[in-house]
């Protein structure tokens, strides 16, 4: 059916001839890839870090709360509001405006290249176990390989978004199976005396109190579950508009297993002061204990696999939402330009550019991977937040709702996702929070250039105030980091 092109659904747009439609095997892959990239193999590590055995488990039950809380809001977001693409971005606008909107693009935008450096970082880290130049991943040689290994996947992404998808299923696959073998490993070599030593971690001063310990892993937990909404943002994209869900809570239990067995078996190998002791990635450090050199050499090979896949699902991410944005409004129109392959080619360069650049402040400032993480983890919280606080505002006000339809267990989504992402924010702490404003702030010059493209208000007196607000944490953020009060690389 011919349109003009001012009546064709934003998802219609995107879904151009050139641009294949993706099945559920795909958006399946989509969500575990963009989710199972770095984290998993250093999750012994950054665990054990901050927390005894009763505190993991703790912040374990809370993040499947969390998250199953926000994977629920996903699935019923997607079918409730079909014309909504591109996930947590429209979530947010259309529930919130067009100020906040924009926000939620800008902070999933910020996330997803933030870590797509610290995938750059790691993965060179875990190659310095054969190639000691490259150090933590923030040596100049492994700035270098970072670099190449960029455009590398910024020229397969341009040969068109189904290729890509195809290359990341492979990729996934290949992944998952390291990870599923360390648990069977570890599992048989498990002692359960090891894993109650000093269940409780109070006996080490350094951990503080369950509360504190439970606080230090969330931004860890968070990391690695980042990506959930994979399908959500790829919704323009799927060949049937309920395999979205489906791909999603697939994606959200299969991960979900594999983090919690990864995370709680290693303390039945290694005490927590030794796994909190292990270089990154710390798998490879539990496995060499259990089986020797090879398991390390296995692990960081794999780690390489992994991160090259994550590389390549969040490119594809954060090319996808400031591209849809565009096409919008809610974004300057460059970036809703297509190449002849239905690629977001402008979105997807100005992305890696920023990565590029970010690679290179990681030689000067010596960023350790785990600072990244936290950033990309911190940076993400605002689309988080929205996205629960739409679904618990539609069943509220019971919009796009049938008459006799239940809306209690929506609500109760909605309202857990919410009430999560608010702790997480907490948990971040200020370090992370003003990092974070500093990368939001420049934002507001986008958005208003946006807004006089379309020739709409600028701000409503409640947008102002919040846009002034902003500002003024990035000023101040910028001063104590000037000062040396607080730093987050």
Known sequence: ??????????????????????????????????????????LPQNMAAGAGPLAILIGWAITAVGMLALVFVYQSLAVRRPELDAGPYAYAKAGFGPFVGFNSAWGYWISAWVGNVSYAVIVFSALSYFFPAFGDGNTWQAVLGAS???????????????????????????KIAPVVLFVGIVAVAFKLNVWTLAFAGLGNGSLGTIAAQVKSTMLVTLWVFIGIEGASVFSARAERRKDIATATVLGFFTCLALYALVSLLSL???????????????????????????????????LVISVVGAFLSWTLLAAEVPHVAGKDGTMPKFFARESERGVPATSLLITNLLVQAFLVITLFAHSTYQALFYIASTAILVPYIFSGAFAAKLALTGESYQGGEGR?????????????????????????LFMCAILYAPGIIFYVWARREGNQRVFHPVEAVIAIALVAVAILAVYEMWTGAVSAL
């Open 1 to 42: 059916m011919a349109t003009t092109d001012i009546n064709v659904p934003i998802r219609e747009k995107i879904a151009s001839p050139a641009s294949a439609k993706l099945r559920l095997g795909s958006l399946t892959a989509l969500v575990i890839g963009s989710m199972v990239g770095s984290g998993v193999f250093s």
């Open 148 to 174: 190449i290994l960029l455009w590398l996947i910024h020229v397969l992404i341009l040969a068109g978004i189904r290729q890509a998808a195809v290359v990341n299923t492979i990729v996934t696959v290949a």
């Open 268 to 302: 039945g190998i290694l005490s927590q002061p030794e796994l909190a002791a292990l270089k990154n990635p710390s798998m490879a450090g539990v496995l060499e204990a259990v089986v020797g050199p090879w398991g390390a050499v296995l692990i960081n090979l794999a």
């Open 408 to 432: 209690t267990g929506p609500l109760l989504a909605g309202v857990l996702a919410t009430i999560y992402g608010l702790w997480l924010v907490y948990a971040a702490g200020p370090a992370y």
